[in-house]
């Protein structure tokens, strides 16, 4: 199953999928935002549709092209992905969480331009929900949640943390110090994490391809 072919090992199957980076506005005509492409939550959404699963994408993006087949939610803010995410999170097998989310917005939204009258400009800002670390408190026992680590350092460390703080049963840990994987490239390569299991290392190769192998990994580990 690892080869960009059709077969349908995920029929029957209903699959969430989170993509692209949260954006945070400030005022009318600004916002926060951050570097994440969404390739990689569409390659994963793309490759569970060709393997016959009914997927739901809640994306940030519009610039990507969808298969038909693929139900999509847009999104602006993390507060709507979460919102949306829970919607659709109690119907779903498998929940693969590769959004870039904001970890902060920002406090007080202003509904006019902020005018540059000032030489600094302070703006406060309030940690959003973690909305994969709430998947992983909600998740039952048949569910099956996948999450991301982004670093730029102490990769394994890191995401060896973040795989049990978030409850998750697959995390996928990006280096994205890297301009040849990771953010905006077209190829990644990553560590795949699970609970009391050795860590695997995925060769360099597509998005496109790595999807597959993401999802060869949750169906050969999944119960
Ligand atoms: N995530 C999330 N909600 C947030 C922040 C992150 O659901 N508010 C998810 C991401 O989609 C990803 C995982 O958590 O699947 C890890 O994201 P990452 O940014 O690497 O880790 P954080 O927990 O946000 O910690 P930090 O950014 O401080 O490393
Ligand atoms: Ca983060």
Excluded: C
Aim: glycine share 4%; no cysteine.
């Amino acid at each position: 199953a690892t080869e960009l072919t059709s077969n349908a090992d995920l029929k029957g199957k209903r699959v969430l999928v989170s993509a692209g980076g949260t954006l945070e506005p400030i005022d009318p005509v600004r916002y926060i935002a951050n570097r994440s492409s969404g390739k990689m939550g569409y390659a994963l959404a793309n490759a569970a549709n060709a393997r016959g699963a009914q997927v739901t994408l809640v994306t940030t993006k519009s610039d990507l092209p969808v298969p038909r087949g693929i139900q999509v939610e847009k999104v602006v803010t993390a507060a709507e992905m979460e919102a949306v995410l829970l919607k659709h999170f109690p119907t779903a097998d498998i929940t693969i969480m590769a959004a870039a989310v904001a970890d902060y917005r920002v406090a007080q939204i202003s509904s006019q331009k902020i005018k540059k009258k000032n030489e600094t400009w302070e703006l406060k800002l309030l940690k959003n929900p973690d909305i994969l670390k709430h998947l992983g408190q909600i998740k039952r026992a048949d569910q099956y949640l996948v999450g991301f680590a982004a670093e730029t350092d102490e990769l394994l460390k890191n995401a060896t943390d973040k795989l049990l703080a978030k409850n998750v049963d697959l995390l996928v840990a990006n280096d994205v110090s890297r301009s040849d994987i990771g953010f905006g490239a077209d190829e990644n390569q990553v560590l795949l994490l699970r609970p009391q299991k050795d860590v695997k290392t995925t060769p360099k190769v597509t998005k496109e391809r790595l999807a597959h192998k993401i999802l060869d990994e949750v169906l050969s580990s999944s119960k």
